[in-house]
RNA sequence: GCGGGGAUAGCCUAGCGGUAUGGCGACGGCCUGCUAAGCCGUUAUCCGAAAGGAUGCGAGGGUUCGAAUCCCUCUCCCCGCGCCA
């Protein structure tokens, strides 16, 4: 949520916002009319209730004087009345003017490319050696802006689909025919490289300092409204029928509201959380997408980075929860390229998001693996999170990050790592998988 | 699920129909050669240029001229009992 202060002050700031966003930005001028008869409205009722409160001063000392109050009595209930009829209409215009408020996205960062759509993301950064097929050498060359190195395959690996299926390390038939598309069973060693990315991506982590936490799955609808926005609720989070109770869609829902209601001791920050969660995602709007496999799926494991810090800090650790990521991605040796996110593709609750977007040669793209988002106030101010500072208190900054989704990096390592007979298994790994080497058996 | 006890400002605590008590902490000031102690003030949210005012006792209703206080519904926590991987 903005600032209404900012609405107020610096209207242009955000009708700027919205336009880059490719919104509409005459919402600030109805956030600023309801506003306006919001703050009359008030004065009047607050008029009201100072004068009822007098009568019922005057009611006391008659009472002790033991003088006759029923001409003040009935006073105040007329007084009452027209309390109660200003009230409705403070309340109604308030209620309007936060529901609008409520709904404007986060202000964009400087520092966000102007866009319209996901092809104005911009490239910032390419990192480590892809592998290409002959045949996809032109796109990658674009998609790399001819700044990464590579070596030319002249056979495409095998989709990860195909490999699953084919050596029996997951079953999405059955998964389908228990709980529908996007669904999996995984199978065999697949479990075991799951269960050892989460070990690795969580050492990695708390050697950085971060405190791990496994969180609830489910939130209540207030606690998910603060992480998230509306536009989440309807594509991509479950409910539980009949319960006040969210699906969280990732842990950062979780460790955002973890601190809901609640002021933060500034000698506390930066307080730095990794989540370590299911993902439940309807995928509403990616119908034909990845329908296969399990790149895109209604279920997915994930280590998670989640920092609050005071808001001069924040551009910092949207930087250092990147590198994070990236150190993850290098010590695995997936090749990837990191895009700042245009304004046009941007969500809502972002100020500014930088993606890792893993080379994958069986597909010859880059995918996404890797979200980093610099939230500034945004949710902390939706969720009443506060910081005692010295002079007064004020909204931190939170920032969140994928350390690893499991089943995305294992469509990468499965892709990038595939042999004839097999998958070599990524060397920060083997230490938690038992062995460097899936072999295929059929 | 049943019975009992709770929820008051950053934390603790009093009040149990008539202006929200006191302490701790934090911040500012006074006093100090310095530190400590001591003393004074501030301490939540909102409206207002300010003076000032309104709100705030877990949430929401109700009774009353007036509710932290009485009544109803709900949430969460604690103690027992029951059920349970």
């Given at each position: 949520m903005l600032d209404i202060n900012l609405i107020r002050n610096s209207p242009d700031i955000v009708r700027e916002s919205q336009r880059k966003r490719n919104l509409d930005p005459s919402v600030v001028d109805k956030v600023l009319e309801l506003d306006m008869i919001w703050r009359e409205n008030l004065q009047v009722l607050e008029k009201l209730r100072n004068l009822k409160n007098k009568k019922i001063d005057e009611i006391s000392k008659s009472i002790r004087e033991k003088k006759d109050v029923s001409e003040i009595k009935a006073?105040?209930?007329?007084?009452?009345?027209?309390?109660?009829?200003?009230?409705?209409?403070?309340?109604?215009?308030?209620?309007?003017?936060?529901?609008?408020?409520?709904?404007?996205?986060?202000?964009?960062?400087?520092?966000?490319?102007?866009?319209?759509?996901?092809?104005?993301?911009?490239?910032?950064?390419?990192?480590?050696?892809?592998?290409?097929?002959?045949?996809?050498?032109?796109?990658?060359?674009?998609?790399?802006?001819?700044?990464?190195?590579?070596?030319?395959?002249?056979?495409?690996?095998?989709?990860?689909?195909?490999?699953?299926?084919?050596?029996?390390?997951?079953d999405t038939d059955r998964a389908g025919k228990v709980a529908g598309s996007r669904f999996y069973y995984l199978k065999k060693e697949l479990v075991k490289l799951e269960l050892s990315l989460e070990m690795y991506a969580i050492e990695h982590l708390i050697k950085k300092g971060f405190t791990v936490m496994e969180t609830p799955f489910m939130l209540s609808k207030r606690a998910m409204e603060g992480a998230t926005d509306l536009e989440s609720f309807q594509d991509t989070i479950y409910k539980i029928d009949g319960e006040d109770l969210y699906l969280i869609a990732t842990s950062e829902h979780a460790l955002a509201a973890y601190h809901m209601d609640e002021i933060l001791d500034e000698n506390d920050l930066p307080l730095k959380y990794a989540g370590i969660s299911p993902c439940f995602r309807k995928e509403a709007g990616s119908h034909g997408k990845d329908t296969k496999g399990i790149f895109r799926v209604h279920q997915f494991n994930k280590i998670e980075q989640f920092v609050y810090c005071k808001p001069e800090d924040s551009k910092f650790f949207h930087e250092e929860i990147l590198k994070n990521a990236e150190e993850i991605y290098q010590n695995l040796n997936l090749p990837y390229r990191v895009i700042n996110i245009c304004s046009g593709d941007l969500g809502n609750v972002a100020s500014k998001k930088y993606d890792i977007e893993v080379w994958m040669p069986a597909q010859g793209k880059f995918r996404e693996v890797v979200s980093a988002s610099n939230v500034k106030d945004y949710q902390a101010r939706r969720l009443n999170?506060?910081?005692?500072?010295?002079?007064?208190?004020?909204?931190?900054?939170?920032?969140?990050?994928?350390?690893?989704?499991?089943t995305r990096t294992m469509v990468a390592i499965i892709e990038n790592y595939q042999k004839d007979d097999g998958i070599k298994i990524p060397d920060p790994l083997v230490k938690y998988f038992g062995d460097d080497f899936i072999k295929f058996v059929k």
């Open positions: 006073e105040v209930s007329k007084i009452n009345e027209d309390i109660e009829k200003i009230e409705k209409i403070v309340e109604d215009t308030k209620n309007k003017r936060d529901s609008l408020l409520w709904n404007i996205p986060n202000i964009l960062d400087d520092d966000v490319p102007y866009g319209k759509d996901e092809n104005d993301n911009l490239p910032v950064k390419f990192w480590g050696k892809a592998k290409v097929f002959k045949n996809d050498l032109e796109e990658f060359l674009k998609n790399s802006r001819n700044s990464m190195e590579y070596e030319i395959i002249d056979k495409r690996p095998v989709s990860h689909t195909d490999i699953l299926v084919k050596y029996d390390l997951a999170i506060r910081v005692r500072g010295k002079e007064k208190n004020y909204f931190p900054h939170t920032l969140n990050s994928t350390a690893i989704a499991t």
